[in-house]
């Protein structure tokens, strides 16, 4: 495959560029994340959303720890190649906190925010769990369907996921 | 009306936070642009999106040169505080290259780039005009309308616009 077109890219000072990951079934924009030139790749490679977690400073495939991986079904580049726009197919939710989308709240015009979203599930379900054969919530990812999400559990992949937020 | 929210916003280092816009009605990813605490609180109070240019480094009402506002139909706040969603109605086209979306490229399986979406106005005939009156391009704002878009012309707004690629 011709990967040229990632070398017009234009990534920011801190070699990040931001991608809005929009539900490709419904139009719903989920999440916005940062990816750097090797994330970008490894999103085309291997057809999963990765990003580069600003936070933690390492790469990050989406869904590594709570299975709620993102399937690619088209990358569009904007007009001055600083910004994805990647649609995709989600497992379960985008958004750390049990929703669909991060974007779960609204501004009303009396300037009060809304949460116009449902928990679909329980963050302590999923990122609390001590094996990936926990119930993980309401949408949580079938035992079968983990094993290939290769979970790397509390010991080996050195996330204390008690601390984690996200992911 | 209640504007505390936004106190709450986590802007970056240099004082912006990306606004990814949002076709209201077909939810179609418009642009992403950046916005200050000011360009926020200008958005809210004038129900049309308000940018801070990063390239001009000054604020930047959407539409002030080309006519193509951004109005106001709903903010979405995500689960960081650190990115908004603004779902707009679109005057004409969002992208300063003529097309409705800067996301009009696409990556192909092959690696090339296609574009998928049709060139609604031509850029010269908007950004090259000397009078807003100047036929705009296919879907050029009519003079009646421009009347209420507070045009400036060159004179007094201070733009240079045979040098502006955008806006």
């Known amino acids: 495959m011709d990967k040229s077109w990632i070398d017009q890219l234009k990534f920011k000072d801190d070699g990040l560029m931001p991608a809005v990951i ?63 726009l990647i649609k995709i197919e989600q497992e379960c939710a985008s958004c750390h906190k049990g929703y669909r989308t991060c974007f779960y709240r609204k501004v009303n015009s009396d300037g009060s925010l809304e949460t116009i979203e449902k928990k679909i599930f329980e963050p302590k379900d999923i990122y609390l769990r001590t094996s990936p054969d926990v119930a993980s ?31």
């Open 22 to 84: 929009q539900d490709y079934a419904n139009g719903q924009v989920l999440m916005v994340g940062y990816m750097n030139k090797e994330a970008v790749k490894l999103t085309l490679e291997s057809g999963l959303v990765h990003f580069y977690s600003r936070s933690r400073q390492k790469m990050w495939k989406k869904g590594e720890i709570s299975g709620h991986i993102q399937k690619v079904r088209e990358i569009l580049l904007d007009c001055d190649e600083d910004t994805l």
């Open 137 to 167: 919530g309401r949408c949580g990812v079938s035992p079968s369907k983990k094993k290939n999400l290769d979970w790397g559990g509390f010991t080996n992949n050195g996330i204390d996921t008690r601390n984690v937020e996200g992911y």
